[in-house]
């Protein structure tokens, strides 16, 4: 039986965020992509994060699979290019039954996940033309 299709974006790594990728692809509008930004981490990077502890404790490569594609889809929207790929890796090792490997991943998902928090309140204070803290 084959192995199924794991969707990736492809973006520029060189950023924690590819703004001008994540624009493109919301339509052009940079209002949406900001008001995405700060939703990401609102709803879906904080709580993911903190459900992914005890799973990665346990061990339940199953749980850490569903929580990687569920964050790597929603950071795909915004161009959270470093997340999206540690997501992405984390995926790939599951449905290629290296789920030992997926764990090697999970230290960078966690780096990639502060960086964008950082990052992405640092853009977004820029855009709002305040002062980031």
Request: charged residues 30%.
């Amino acid at each position: 039986m084959d192995k199924p299709l794991i969707k990736v974006q492809e973006m520029d790594i060189s950023t924690p965020i590819d703004v001008d990728k994540a624009i493109q692809g919301l339509g052009g509008d940079p209002n949406i992509f900001y008001m995405m930004l700060e939703n990401l981490e609102k709803l879906a990077l904080i709580k993911t994060m903190r459900e992914l502890v005890p799973e990665y404790d346990n061990r339940n490569f199953q749980a850490i699979k569903d929580l990687a594609h569920s964050l790597k889809g929603a950071s795909g929207y915004v161009g959270a290019s470093r997340l999206h790929y540690a997501c992405y890796f984390i995926q790939e090792h599951y449905v290629y039954d290296r789920k030992e490997k997926m764990l090697e991943y999970y230290p960078t998902l966690v780096e990639s996940a502060v960086e964008f928090k950082i990052y992405s309140r640092t853009i977004i204070a820029r855009f709002k033309k305040q002062d980031y803290q």
